[in-house]
């Protein structure tokens, strides 16, 4: 028999908000951002109970989305274990997980300079501080960008850190593409338990997708099978489909001029496909946040040169910025990119800026909205973000993609409810 929250393409519709879970669990959310990871595990039917993070326009975000968790818009050096437990109202060992990711910053393969002195590669040891204080969940989430397994003894020190504490440790490389996400994003996801009788296993992949782990530790620690053509034997053997494209993602949602659109505004149109008819679960007829930045008129004219899939390659020599005109033609792969409607998306970035990557829209000679960034970020539209729109881009961008937090967030449950 079909289950009737799983579409014809195998994705499953999250649970309503009606709908309770035949068992709940309880989440914490250290730099929680807007709450990409919450929401993940909100449809996967967990609650959260508290997030924290020092960027405020992300905390009230968080806190709208989230209104009965409390939230704590400071970093996270100032928090301690017992404020917590006494706000949520738990004792200690009360928490079933706890999960979140220090900024990535300084482990990123791209960042400037990669130094392990770098004060943001320390964060997490007040992660396992407030662990070791007395929250003690039963269970431990951490993610962070793969550039941490070639980052010195980092993921050695984090591991080790977490199994001083009592947590038995795994870490795996996800690729977000492999779970319904129509973009390229590969993530460091490290879990423990401080239980015997929980045995966690990371989730097998739903989609194939030809984007390659080119970064260290990409053949170690990623789902190999979930890397190849259609045609590729091991694909066909985990019958994995197709990656979501940017087509499927956001091409319902209506046109919108250069800088134009609205916080708030009708759709203007239907769902056409699964993952469009997720994110508008729940939604009626408004759309949120479709709105976005204002390019000047020669980026503008930059972008009418540029076809799908193209890039700064395609613009005439005397339109280009004066740095990029000195740059070889294997330089910036992605600046000026135009989005291909049939493929996937590069990694969604805290700038939707064309000189960072591949932002213009497939049809329209603008940069994608703030919606549509979401989206490809996989959040459904129910979810609002605030602030201005650059807050709102860096939020989008900051975030863990919906449907992976929520791929990881099912085996958490699985394993939770095998006690």
């Not at 793969?146 to 980052?151: N, R, T, Y």
């Not at 030809?210 to 530790?217: I, S, V």
């Not at 469009?276 to 204002?294: K, V, W």
Request: glycine share 10%.
């Amino acid at each position: 028999m079909t289950d009737p929250t799983t579409c014809e393409e195998g994705i499953e519709l999250p649970k309503k908000s009606t709908a309770q879970p035949l068992r709940e669990f309880l989440i914490g959310d250290l730099f929680c951002g807007a709450g990409g990871i919450a929401e993940g595990f909100r449809q996967a039917g967990f609650r959260s109970t508290f997030g924290n993070d020092f960027d405020s326009a992300a905390c009230r975000t968080f806190e709208q989305n989230f209104p009965y968790a409390s939230v704590y818009d400071r970093p996270i050096q100032e928090l301690t274990a017992s404020e917590i437990l006494t706000d949520i109202g738990l004792g200690e060992g009360d928490l079933d997980v706890l999960v979140g990711g220090p900024p990535c910053q300084g482990f990123s393969v791209n960042a400037p300079v990669r130094s392990a002195e770098d004060d943001r590669n320390h964060l997490f040891k007040h992660y396992v501080r407030l662990v070791l204080e007395g929250l003690r969940p039963k269970m431990v989430v951490f993610e962070n960008v793969p550039g941490l397994v070639s980052m010195g003894n980092t993921l050695h020190e984090v591991s080790e850190a977490f199994s001083n504490a009592g947590y038995r440790m795994k870490y795996k490389i996800l690729n977000a593409a492999h779970y319904g996400v129509p973009q390229e994003r590969w993530r460091l996801v490290i879990v423990g338990t401080r239980l015997d009788e929980i045995a966690f296993s990371f989730p097998e992949p739903k989609h194939y997708s030809e984007r390659r782990a080119n970064f260290t530790g990409g053949k170690e620690f990623t789902f190999r099978s979930a890397i190849g053509a259609p045609t590729d034997a091991e694909a066909a053997a985990y019958w994995l489909e197709k990656p979501l494209t940017i087509r499927e993602a956001i091409g319902d949602l209506p046109a919108v001029g250069n800088g134009g659109g609205a916080q708030e505004m009708p759709y203007g149109g239907i769902p056409v496909g699964h993952f469009q008819e997720y994110c508008r679960l729940g939604a009626d007829d408004l759309l949120f946040n479709h709105q976005g930045s204002r390019m000047s008129p020669v980026n503008i004219e930059r972008f009418s040169h540029v076809p799908q899939g193209g890039s700064w390659r395609d613009i005439p020599f005397d339109l280009l910025p004066e740095g990029m005109k000195r740059a070889r033609r294997s330089d910036h792969t992605r600046r000026y990119g135009r989005l291909d409607p049939e493929s996937i998306s590069g990694t969604v970035l805290t700038k939707c800026d064309p000189h960072w990557g591949t932002f213009v829209h497939y049809e329209q000679d603008r940069i994608i909205t703030v919606r549509e960034a979401a989206r490809i970020q996989s959040f459904p539209d129910t979810f609002r973000f605030t602030g201005s729109v650059t807050e709102q881009y860096r939020q989008v961008g900051n975030a863990v993609p919906v449907l992976l937090a929520r791929a990881i967030a099912n085996e958490v449950r699985a394993a939770l409810e095998s006690l």
